[in-house]
Nanobody, 115 residues
Framework: QVQLVESGGGLVQAGGSLRLSCAASGSIFSIVVMRWYRQAPGKQRELVAQILSSGSPDYADSVKGRFTISRDNTKKTVYLQMNSLKPEDTAVYYC?????????WGQGTQVTVSS
């Protein structure tokens, strides 16, 4: 059984920073891609950033230049460094992992940015 445990969410003022972490545990042979999604109230879940096993990152246009995704393969952990946060970044952030041909989701962590 694979579990994803997220941490690092919270309340921050506009312009501030937060760092999210997501650690995968359980029997995992290979993690192909690690992603962060977010879902704001009344909106669809959207892909924020992803990083392949090769380390190649990709970002949504709305966060380019402000967010940085990284991963530690030995710790099976993905991070999302969020800088210059805006009120529109307020959402529940979800970790998503594709490992051994199976997709897993974290429980979500709330990020609230006040103006």
């Amino acid at each position: 059984q694979v579990q994803l445990v997220e941490s690092g969410g919270g309340l921050v003022q506009a312009g501030g920073s937060l760092r999210l972490s997501c650690a995968a545990s359980g029997s995992i042979f290979s993690i192909v891609v690690m992603r962060w999604y977010r879902q704001a109230p009344g909106k669809q879940r959207e892909l924020v950033a992803q990083i392949l096993s090769s380390g190649s990152p990709d970002y949504a246009d709305s966060v380019k230049g402000r967010f940085t995704i990284s991963r530690d393969n030995t710790k099976k952990t993905v991070y999302l460094q969020m800088n210059s946060l805006k009120p529109e970044d307020t959402a529940v952030y979800y970790c998503n992992v594709i490992a051994d041909l199976t997709m897993y989701w974290g429980q979500g962590t709330q990020v609230t940015v006040s103006s």
